[in-house]
């Protein structure tokens, strides 16, 4: 059950990392509470592979502080134990079968439940004994996940494991992935840049933009704190004065706010609307890159 | 048992669209006191919507006096939801009915009577709470 004093698996504070003269993460401050399945949601680029590189300690911050699981996060044992990592690049071996996968993961784990893989295997109708490299695109994902949850993490980082799915696949991936979180114990970070397959499956989000973090927080509380307004073109000082202003979108006739709001919107001139968690994300990213929504929709479609 | 149908397009919530599902069934009779919801993991499973989101509508259902969690057994209906016999709804459909029929020969296409009912919602909400 999902509540605000959840501990905090992840949190991070001013986090930053730079590669000689290019700062790939500017002071992220982040907070991941157990028991979510975090979003993480920006342009490529933003620093979604740099803040992943950190949390499991593949990369060292340059500046800031970060705990993971209550410690620093290390390529050792015993920090490696609690997080499973599932990178861009499926880490099989095209020559080897599923059942190969789980005696390699029986001797490299302290922890192991194979069995648990042959069942999910087994009702995802994906042969066992079969060599991974003629397996589809959708069963070796299904079965790097499979792998990856049975050294029963306490944290799990995916870097776009969806983006190469057809739907179905998707469907079937994060349903897996949701039972593990209903399982309990486990928190998710996920990157991707298919909202529609986040907003179903995420209930917390990391919005990158520009190497910074703009938005950090449950979804739920973060999409009733923001709400867009459409009105006749007037002045607007007095809205931004009373409420933060993400973005506005004025013709001669219209303007068009999102804003955070920090009390009750009382303007009548205004319609009030509640926003969607696309129209947020959007917003956000315009704010930035400082041009309408319009021109940022292809944030939906992969690289 | 029922199942859930999470539409990711909707603009209803989707904790709410398994909140309206359960209490459709209820009105429908297709559930009834005594029985069993899905539990998360099924909810989850047919889905892949987020397990909180599960917890969230099944919390709102249990404040709202229809279900009741018991431990290790799962989720059952404990309740109807209140409001008129089923009678009342078909009677009030066929008015309806008579009201678009008069609003399309008006000249309103679909998109103008929603916002037109919307509008009107809206303003019978304020109402109430004015």
């Known amino acids: 059950m999902m509540a605000s004093s959840d501990p905090a698996v992840i949190q991070t504070r001013r986090l930053s990392k730079r590669y000689r003269r290019v700062t790939a993460l500017s002071e992220a401050t982040v907070t991941v509470p157990e028991g979510r399945i975090s979003a993480l949601i920006g342009p490529n680029g933003a620093g979604k592979t740099t803040l992943l590189r950190l949390l499991t300690g593949l990369a060292r911050p340059t500046g800031g502080d970060i705990t993971v699981l209550g410690g620093t996060p290390r390529q050792n044992a015993a920090f490696l134990s609690g997080v499973g990592f599932l990178a ?6 095209r020559h ?4 190969d996968h789980i005696g390699i993961g029986a001797h490299l784990n302290a922890r ?3 069995t648990s893989v042959r069942r999910r295997l087994e009702s995802l109708d994906i042969p066992v004994d079969r060599q991974v490299g003629r397996l589809s695109g959708g069963q070796r994902a299904q079965l790097a996940l499979a792998l990856t949850l049975a050294k029963r993490p306490r944290l799990l980082l995916l870097d776009e494991p969806v983006a190469a799915l057809d739907p179905l696949a998707r469907r079937q991936f994060l349903a897996h992935l949701a039972e593990a979180v209903a399982d309990g114990g486990l928190t998710v970070v996920l990157s991707s840049h298919l909202l529609a397959d986040l907003e179903r499956t995420c209930d917390h989000l990391i919005l990158l933009a520009k190497s910074r973090v703009q938005l950090c927080g449950d979804i739920d509380t973060l ?3 923001h709400q867009v307004l459409v009105g006749p073109a007037k002045d607007t000082t007095a809205i931004e004065r009373d409420h933060t202003l993400v973005q506005a979108v004025r013709t001669a006739r219209q303007t068009t706010l999102l804003i955070r709001r920090s009390g009750p919107v009382i303007d009548p ?3 009030v609307a509640d926003v969607g968690l696309e129209e947020l994300v959007l917003g956000y990213m315009g704010q930035v890159a400082g041009a309408a929504p319009a021109q940022l929709t292809s944030i939906g479609e992969d690289q | 048992m029922i199942s859930f149908r999470v539409d990711g397009r909707s603009v209803v919530p ?3 669209q398994i909140v309206q599902q ?3 069934a209820l009105r429908m009779g297709v559930l009834d006191v005594g029985d069993k919801l899905p539990t998360v993991r099924e909810v989850v499973a047919a889905t892949a919507v987020n397990p909180n989101t599960v917890l969230k509508a099944y919390r709102d259902l249990e404040r709202d006096g229809l279900v009741e969690p018991r431990a290790g057994h799962g989720t059952f209906v404990v309740g109807r939801p209140a409001g008129p016999p089923p009678g009342t709804h078909s009677r009030l459909a066929r008015s309806l009915a008579h009201w678009v029929r008069g609003a399309r020969e008006a000249g309103l296409d679909d998109e103008s009577i929603e916002s037109l009912l919307r509008i009107t919602l809206r303003a019978a ?3 109430e709470t004015a």
Do not use: C, T
Request: proline residues 7%; charged residues 30%; glycine residues 4%.
């Open chain 1, 96 to 99: 080897l079968s599923a059942e």
């Open chain 1, 269 to 271: 001139a205004f319609e």
């Open chain 2, 125 to 127: 909400a304020d109402e």
């Open chain 2, 14 to 16: 989707p904790y709410l």
């Open chain 2, 22 to 24: 359960v209490r459709q």
């Open chain 1, 88 to 93: 861009q690049e499926i880490p099989l071996y």
């Open chain 1, 112 to 114: 192991w439940d194979g």
């Open chain 1, 223 to 225: 999409l009733a704190e």
